[in-house]
């Protein structure tokens, strides 16, 4: 059984930055992918980033350049870095481990860019 908590969302004026970070219970943390996945008002929920058991990231094109996922598996603990934020990256961003028979997923954390 996997248990995801999330923290660092909040309000950030363009261009500014924050970190959010994941933080997992459970076993097996090093075999899973994980991702970040964001859902603004009106929206589906949009794949932001992955990152495999391999290190092997990916990002969405909208994200790419500003963006970077990375995770410690030492403290079972998931990361995104959100540099030169922009007002369309308001969402609520949820953190996901993808073990080999389903999906778990982190509460949500609200980041608000605007100035």
């Known amino acids: 059984q996997v248990q995801l908590v999330e923290s660092g969302g909040g309000l950030v004026q363009p261009g500014g930055s924050l970190r959010l970070s994941c933080a997992a219970s459970?076993?097996?943390?090093?075999?899973?992918?994980m991702g970040w996945y964001r859902q603004a008002p009106g929206k589906e929920r949009e794949l932001v980033a992955d990152?495999?058991?391999?290190?092997?990231?990916i990002y969405a094109d909208s994200v790419k350049g500003r963006f970077t996922i990375s995770r410690d598996n030492a403290k079972n603990t998931l990361y995104l870095q959100m540099n030169s934020l922009k007002p369309e990256d308001t969402a609520v961003y949820y953190c996901k481990i993808q073990s080999s028979t389903r999906s778990y997923w982190g509460q949500g954390s609200q980041v608000t860019v605007s100035s």
């Open positions: 459970g076993s097996f943390f090093s075999t899973y992918a």
């Open positions: 990152i495999s058991r391999d290190f092997i990231t």
